[in-house]
């Protein structure tokens, strides 16, 4: 009777215990004490001081990053996550391109040139010394699109091979007030300028030209001018047999029309294009020039680190964010010339090290592995994600899900959650059930023709099938409003994105960024106690790639 009462008494505890550590592993309130903001801010200084000089790949900036990063890492107790290092290598080159100050346009008529800079802009990842385009037939073909899902091929019929064609920017959907073509108004991959030099490629084009237009780009020509046509930084592809067009480039929306009306067409043709059936046409017309390429190799890191699982262990939970930031420029008005990035992307940076603080902390350890991934040359093409995705540490397979982190609100917390190309996968049922418990709501993007899921990291791993979360606080700021949220939000776009003001602010609360990490924290810690795997939704353009 004895030994049957103690067995009693201690199953009873064993169940006590069970239930209070799955109430600790599920409980949704418990996190908050988890992250420090005088821990956050501290990194966010450090990352983002002059001494840093704005973290560019390939300078003591990198240098002092990886070094930075490599060290806290080690000091939390996290393991490194490639072998016995923290560090995976990315090869790059760097490619410098000058292009002839004209290209010759001859059609049935007569010719005309197009002015450098002025009229287009040409870049390439081919690294031939001179590269030319000699009568080369240029084709339009719509929106530059073969999307099987959507029923839709704007190279069907007609070959491209050796010639260079001219597509719109983002995609059929655009524009237009029919919901059932693409997505509507929200931009898929199609519409971005990557995909169209990608699928350009793919149909053998010499030379890819997108055609400008504010609204469907969501920025102006000088966007384009100010970051094409000098060097650039890509993945370093000696030994590849991929292929690349010979020149990618940009037209603006006047010399579009240069190019239609020789051809006796104008902008109806344009409006064609969003129709299904569309096909794609020879303008009659030869283009001429020449590009001359300087070519440099170099290599840049991705910093990563890992918590092993205690039950799957070769199953993975992935958090990224970038260290990369612009550098040094010419000096300002004030003499600034240093992009130090403190929003952009050293808060992101500083909150991958604290939530790698706090699943080291948990009083139950994740049973999935947890990985930390800090990534180099976001800014200059996503470079460090992408090779990540092409050269994973960790098979892609068994990579559960992507949680993205590019700019921690410095400001007050909000009533609502944006979730970046919606309706993309079911990571976001968990923001709904979590956000909730936060007592927040989700909010539509305010752009989503900009196509913003596609451009930051997270979209590197949706590239290869892993499903990708990239969210963020919105502008319905708690006591204060939506009006005072979107003055903040336009300020930051307008004064500070990509500037040299974009420096460490100690007014900052980042009440909200903290609020966002916890949300991030939960949906991972969840996904790391559990079994099942989040899909991608149907009508995802990246569905089909998880289903191979």
């Known amino acids: 009777m004895k030994n049957n009462v103690t067995f009693y008494i201690l199953s009873l505890l064993m169940l006590v215990s069970l239930s209070s550590c799955h109430q600790s592993v599920h409980d949704h309130t418990q996190s908050g004490s988890l992250f420090n903001r005088d821990s956050l801010v501290q990194h966010i200084i450090v990352l983002a001081s002059d001494s840093f000089q704005g973290r560019k790949p390939f300078t003591l900036g990198e240098t002092r990053t990886v070094n930075y990063l490599k060290n806290q890492f080690h000091s939390l107790g996290i393991e490194p996550g490639n072998r016995n290092s923290y560090l995976q290598e990315v090869p790059m080159v760097e490619i410098t391109p000058t292009a002839d100050p004209q290209m010759k346009v001859e059609y049935a008529k007569g010719s005309f040139d197009l002015n450098e800079a002025t009229d287009y802009v040409l870049s390439t990842e081919n690294t031939d010394s001179v590269i030319s385009l000699d009568k080369s037939e240029l084709i339009f073909a719509g929106y530059g699109v073969v999307a099987p899902e959507y029923n839709w091929n704007d190279y069907a019929g007609i070959n491209v091979k050796g010639k260079v064609v001219l597509v719109m920017v983002n995609d059929p959907g655009f524009g237009t007030a029919d919901t059932s073509i693409f997505k509507g108004k929200t931009m898929t991959y199609y519409g971005r300028w990557t995909y169209k030099y990608e699928e350009a490629a793919r149909q053998g084009a010499k030379a890819c030209l997108i055609i400008h237009n504010t609204a469907a780009a969501s920025y ?164 460090g994600s992408k ?69 930051s990291d997270h979209f590197s791993l949706a590239k290869v099938g892993v499903p990708a979360l990239d969210v963020k606080g919105g502008i319905d700021i708690v006591g204060k409003g939506k009006d005072y949220g979107r003055q903040e939000e336009q300020d930051y776009v307008t004064n500070h994105y990509h500037a040299r003001s974009d420096e460490y602010n100690p007014v900052w609360t980042f009440d909200g960024g903290i609020q966002d990490m916890e949300l991030l924290f939960l949906i991972g810690k969840k996904l790391a106690f559990e079994s099942n795997w989040p899909a991608w939704k149907p009508g995802s353009e990246f569905k089909a790639i998880r289903e191979q």
């Open 220 to 383: 102006p020509f000088s966007v384009v001018q100010n970051s094409w046509g000098s060097s650039n930084l890509y993945l370093d592809k000696r030994g590849s047999e991929q292929y690349h067009c010979s020149l990618q480039g940009w037209v603006s929306g006047d010399a579009a029309k240069k190019l239609l009306a020789a051809a006796g067409k104008d902008s109806s043709l344009l409006m064609k294009a969003n129709s299904h059936g569309f096909k794609a046409i020879s303008l009659g017309e030869k283009l001429s020039t020449k590009v001359r390429v300087q070519t440099v190799y170099k290599t840049s890191q991705n910093v990563i680190a890992k918590i092993t699982g205690t039950r799957r262990p070769d199953e993975y939970i992935l958090y990224t964010a970038h260290w990369d930031h612009l550098g040094i420029g010419k000096p300002d008005a004030k003499g600034d010339s240093i992009f130090n990035g403190a929003l952009d992307n050293a808060s992101g940076t500083a909150a991958l090290l604290e939530m790698a603080r706090a699943f080291k902390n948990l009083e139950v350890k994740p049973e999935r592995t947890i990985l930390f991934l800090a990534v180099t040359g976001e800014e200059q093409g996503l470079l």
């Open 387 to 455: 090779y990540y995705g092409q050269h994973p540490i960790y098979p892609l397979k068994k990579t559960v899900a992507d949680l993205n982190m590019d700019v921690i609100s410095p400001n007050e917390k909000t009533n609502d959650i944006v979730i970046t190309g919606y309706g993309q996968n079911e990571l976001e049922n968990d923001v709904e059930e979590i956000g909730k418990s936060q007592g927040r709501y989700i909010a539509p993007e305010s752009k989503p023709e900009a196509g913003h899921y596609f451009r």
